[in-house]
């Protein structure tokens, strides 16, 4: 028997639905066209199945169809709505504000921005990670056209109070932009309740393909635009050009439509399982949840395992099972997660953690192998690690002298 | 990114895992790296005086499967070796034989500099 492989990286993208797959595949062969040819068949049929993607996405969110505009994903619809808003309303104002834990989409579009001449605020977050709102309103000044804010972190699924900041950015009449890619689809998302403005997501987190996404643009009190950052035709109501990924569109409006029956029933699923893997979890010795456990997306948790680097751990299971780690051995850069930081963790905690994050297909016995597995490898890890050894023999690690190199 | 075969046989199983009374003095004790740093490899050596020959290693390692690796393989080369045999050992040469990639080359400098220390430990003692 072939072994089956555990995916629990599901915040990093999830498989395509089947479901999705099959709606997507007659838009490569048998209907090919553009969807801005006007003249002949092959243009109308596509055109009227991006319409229903565009519907399918738009129910999803409670917004009107015309509102979502298509991008080629969460980054560039990220991207977009930054630079979009600081080029149009730069007559308003300067100032944008975001916060540290922001996904790099974000902070790398803000960091082009000053040097475009913005000035960008970037706030810390509270220890569980939520931002403190009345540091958020302090920020506003009479220079600030945008708050962007993301509606659930990436790395430890920390939800923000979007209604709170939303009535903040109300009072003092400014745009809400929130990068909300791993909340669509996953959790109830609708940015008009809550005053959001500007909304980036994409498909390939909630079971829809690769290279397709969307900015949500509010039409009405008020109406928002942003400049094009891609030119050549004038598609997307002059937002964002270039022919529109027919099959793309096509899973993403699937994926939509199927997140939106199955949310509710779902969400109660990956809850109880991740309660189970982290219960699981937890009786280990020396190991914290990190990230606001009251307000957080229901199938991710990332835990800091103490005096065990979060690379060498993966490696005792990751032949069974992948997820993340906020260890700085996983990335090129050599420094632990910058969102584990902003929280107060201390680097040799950043440097312990493991997030792991559940999904559609992820089954109780995937979870039982989980926590049978991350034990003994936390274990195999503690029998090698010297601080271990010295935090069992009671030596007070912050006063040892370490010879860094 | 793949490892060596040689690699993950190091990482799972680690040779010469352990503990040496590091208040002996036929022993050495090198401790390089820092907890916030993501590693920290103790490199401890046990020296017959008549020889000089190094007859006993062990290491424990927080960190990476490549620190973890590098420190095993070091272990192994150490046993049989005259403290200045010892001293000779490059961590380039750690790097070829796990076939290390670049972003792990730290790595081998960490044993490289955990070997010195253990060695130059053991020479204090007996000075």
Known sequence: MSKRLIYLDNNATTPTDP????????????????????????????????????????????????????????????????????????????????????????????????????????????????????????????KTILISIMWANNETGVIQDMRAIGEICEKHGVLLMSDATQAVGKIPVFPKEVGVHLMAFSAHKMYGPKGIGALFVNRKNPRVKVTAQIHGGGHERGMRSGTLNVPGIVGFGKAAEIARQEMKDEMQRLAGLRDKLENGLMKLEETYINGAVESRMPHVTNISFKHVEGEGLMMTFNEDIGVSSGSACTSASLEPSYVLIALGLGDDLAHSSIRFSLGRFTTEEDIDVAIREVSRGVQHMRDLSPIWEMYKEGIDLDKVVWQEH | MAYSEKLLDHFKNPRNVGTLDKNASDTGTGLVGAPECGDVMRLQIKVDPSTKTIVDAKFKTFGCGSAIASSSLATEWLKGKTVDEALAIDNMAIVEELALPPVKIHCSVLAEDAIKMAINDYKKKNA
Not at chain 1, 89 to 100: E, V
Not at chain 1, 131 to 138: H, I, N, Q, T
């Open chain 1, 19 to 142: 479901r999705v797959v099959e709606a997507m595949l007659p838009y490569f062969y048998e209907h090919p066209g553009n969807a801005a040819s006007k003249n002949h068949p092959f243009g109308w049929v596509a055109e009227d199945a991006v319409d229903t993607g565009r519907k399918q996405i738009a129910d999803l969110i409670g917004v009107d169809a015309k509102e979502v505009i298509f991008t080629s994903g969460a980054t560039e619809a990220d991207n977009l709505a930054l630079k979009g808003v600081f080029e149009m309303y730069s007559r308003k104002g300067n100032h944008i504000i975001t916060l540290k834990t922001e996904h790099k989409a974000v902070l790398d579009s803000c960091k082009k921005i000053e040097k475009m001449g913005g000035e960008v605020t970037y706030l810390d977050v509270q220890p569980n990670g939520l931002v403190d709102l009345k540091e958020l309103e302090a920020a506003i000044t009479d």
